[in-house]
């Protein structure tokens, strides 16, 4: 009996499909695997940086970021690629520094670029079944609610790290990055979306495709996203009041606290919190 040619869904070789059998709680490990979603995370990084490199000469914070038209892309491939979107925002991100400089912020850049391409496509699947393309008033403001989550995870995550460094002071950098992410994501995305997803659809690239899932708890998936959601909200706002000094952390030596960047201040105060964002990812 002649073999039967492989189709647009199917994994060609052996890795790939153990992938497919061994993904769930560990698919961000498990998509290494498969040979298709780590092309369309190569496809995803280089996308991200080869917008965000020309921009780097419009910096707002020299050193640090800028105006950054490609934040729509990580939303894109996260809808898309699932996994592979966010690894691909976090490599993108990474090969974009250098353009910009090296230094030990990078680390928290790529953390945060990372769960930036992880909290779409994790959040969308909690809540909705349907596709990423929003038409009625519920998917417009389920998807408006999903970018904004997003970007706010980014910026709570390189806020907190590049200040805990003393860097910048959490109140100005994780402001400027919630705003840049979410306006650029939120106007240009859904456009994008509109033209790629039923071509991406068709042609079974979607990580559903690609890289099947066995199904996991809705409960826990819920009870994540509002783990998410609790601790961003919470974070942001405890952050900007710790940076700016309107509230301390009690035990923490006046010296140490009194720094100009309230290093100390920001990164014990928001460690709960940090703890709290990853369990609740864990769990999406």
């Known amino acids: 009996m002649a073999a039967r040619d492989a189709g647009p869904g199917d994994v060609p ?19 290494w695997r498969n040979t298709r979603m780590v092309v369309l995370t190569a496809i995803s990084a280089s996308l991200f940086a080869a917008i965000l490199i020309p921009f780097k000469v419009l910096p707002i914070i020299p050193g640090v970021t800028e105006f950054r038209p490609a ?119 859904p456009f994008l979306l509109a033209v790629l997803y039923p071509r991406v659809k068709r042609g079974r690239l979607l990580y559903r495709d690609v890289m099947r899932r066995p199904p996991r708890s809705l409960w826990a998936r819920r009870v994540g996203l509002v783990l998410v959601v609790v601790a961003t909200i919470g974070g942001m706002v405890l952050g900007n009041l710790l940076s700016a000094g309107r509230l301390s952390v009690p035990f923490l030596p006046h010296a140490v606290a009194a720094s100009t960047t309230r290093a100390a201040e920001v990164g014990v105060g928001l460690l709960p919190v940090m703890a709290l964002l990853v369990v609740g990812v864990l769990l999406l």
Request: with cysteine; net charge negative; hydrophobic share 55%.
């Open 71 to 189: 934040n729509a892309v990580p939303v894109v491939c996260s809808f898309l690629f699932g996994p592979a979107g966010a690894w691909g925002a976090a490599i993108g991100n990474v090969i974009g520094d250098f353009f910009g400089g090296i230094g030990p912020g990078d680390l928290f850049g790529f953390v945060g670029n990372f769960l930036y391409g992880l909290i779409p496509y994790k959040v969308w699947e909690a809540i909705t079944d349907s596709d990423p393309v929003p038409r009625s008033p519920g998917t417009w403001f389920a998807f408006v609610a999903t970018v904004l989550l997003a970007s706010a995870v980014c910026a709570l995550s390189v806020g907190w790290g590049l200040n805990l460094l003393g860097f910048v002071p959490f109140s100005v950098l994780a402001n400027i990055i919630l705003v840049n992410n979410f306006l650029v994501a939120v106007v240009l995305t």
């Open 13 to 31: 070789d052996a890795a790939a499909s153990g992938a497919r059998r061994l993904c769930g709680g560990d698919e961000l490990v498990a998509m």
